[in-house]
């Protein structure tokens, strides 16, 4: 094998996971993992959920203790990388210090998209995805009065039931005719959108943002595009994020919606991978090539580069799941429901407690489950199998889930 380390570049869930899982299977060689951030590596989902609420503590957050990477020698540089050079297999970091690597695995992740508007970047404009930003809004949360809260998706609408059970007036603004347009049926839009306003959130669909209205620094409210304006103390953005592509596209590496891979998540260098958010990846699973915003999928391509590294080479074939807590429901996604033909409601939503089961062409793609585990467990199973179950029968609350996997 080639002289120097493997460098990961990134410490989010997918470059912490590929160095850990290099440890775990057996590799003995320097692994070097490069970190932007001054925190330790550390889990985001709880960002917008328990740690916004106050629920834990920042070192709860923490994948593994300050000592794991002494103890596993894995080298944690607190640095960023400024530059490629695939010729002579090195990369630049901040700190002006070359490094040489045997494998260079890009897990760079993403970042917020930020609104393009008149006062936009006034201070009291936040953003919630990395562990400042939240820890900046569990204070703000205890000081103010009134938010307007831009884009009702997952993280806008995690981040509005928080706000609203610390007594904040909330409104939130979305362009799409529903919340969660873009990741979930109607159904789900439908309850958790009712959920929200019957908690005192008020939802305004349709419309946009034209202006941040300030009174000298400080954000006064919101003007829309129908001509209403909001008075706001603060205003939270969850617009979606944008892929960190940059690195690579400077290094010759062809880029799309992400860093462009192949099944084995390699990119056109054969001595460079990407991984997580920033990957886009052939799948036979679906049929094309894809990029997730996933936990789980950046951990799943995380072991499956690991392996690749240290001899075991399979395609990755990750199955996508998901989830949001918003106020006291839980929803968790398993499989990809964008292109589905066919809904199948399990369950009473005015009841709390249901799934929508999502076929395309009479096969079973993807289950939307709402309050319920045990429904989202077995599609993870029966989709993971490759197997799929009749509408009627996922429609049939007597039947039991259970004997489909049989």
């Known amino acids: 094998m080639m002289d120097g380390p493997i460098v990961i570049v990134g410490a989010g869930h997918a470059g912490f996971h590929v160095a850990a899982s290099l440890r775990q299977f057996g590799f003995k060689e320097r692994v070097c993992l490069i970190d932007s951030q001054t925190h330790a590596p550390y889990q985001r989902p709880p960002l917008s959920k328990a740690y916004l609420n106050g629920c834990v ?20 540089i607190r640095s960023r990388v400024v530059a490629i050079d695939r010729k002579h297999r090195k990369v630049l970091l901040a700190s002006d210090i070359w490094l040489d690597y045997r494998h260079l695995v890009l ?11 008149p006062n936009g970047n ?15 809004l569990r204070r703000v949360l205890l000081s103010r ?28 603004i979305e362009l799409a005719s529903r919340v969660m347009a873009r990741a979930v049926t109607a159904e789900v839009s439908d309850f958790f959108q009712a959920r929200h306003r019957e908690a005192g959130i008020r939802i305004h669909l349709g419309v946009h943002a034209t202006n941040i209205e300030a009174d ?45 891979v192949d099944e084995y998540l390699l990119t056109a260098d054969p001595l460079i991978s990407a991984v997580g958010d920033c990957a886009q990846f052939a799948s036979s699973r679906f049929g ?17 580069v ?26 968790q996604i ?73």
């Open 57 to 76: 503590a920042p070192d709860s957050l923490l994948f593994r203790p300050d000592n794991f990477y002494s103890e596993e020698s894995i080298e944690l």
């Open 107 to 117: 897990a760079t992740g993403a970042r917020n998209r930020l609104l393009d508007l």
């Open 122 to 136: 006034l201070p009291d404009v936040k953003y919630l995805r990395v562990l400042d930003e939240s820890e900046a």
């Open 145 to 172: 009065k009134r938010v307007v809260v831009v884009g009702a998706g997952f993280i806008g609408l995690e981040f509005a039931s928080i706000a609203r059970s610390k007594g904040l007036e909330v409104d939130v």
């Open 216 to 260: 000298g620094s400080k954000v006064a409210g919101v003007s829309l595009s129908d001509g209403r304006y909001l008075p706001a103390d603060f205003v939270v953005v969850g617009i979606g994020v944008l892929p960190n592509i940059e690195l690579a596209a400077e290094a010759g590496l062809p880029v799309a919606s992400g860093v462009i």
């Open 288 to 304: 094309g090539s894809l990029r997730l915003e996933s936990v789980q999928n950046a951990m799943d391509q995380a072991r499956c």
């Open 306 to 331: 690991a392996a690749r590294l240290v001899g075991d080479r399979k395609p990755y074939d990750g199955q996508p799941w998901f989830w949001s807590d918003q106020g006291n429901s839980k929803l």
């Open 334 to 406: 398993v499989g990809l429901i964008n292109s589905h033909d066919q809904a199948v409601l399990r369950g009473d939503p005015a009841r709390g407690t249901f799934s929508v089961f999502c076929y395309k062409a009479g096969k079973l793609v993807g289950v939307e489950s709402v309050n319920r585990a045990s429904d989202h467990m077995f599609g993870r199973r029966l989709l993971g199998m490759d197997r799929s179950l009749a509408p009627e029968r996922a429609a049939d609350e007597s039947f039991n889930l259970k004997s489909a996997l049989a």
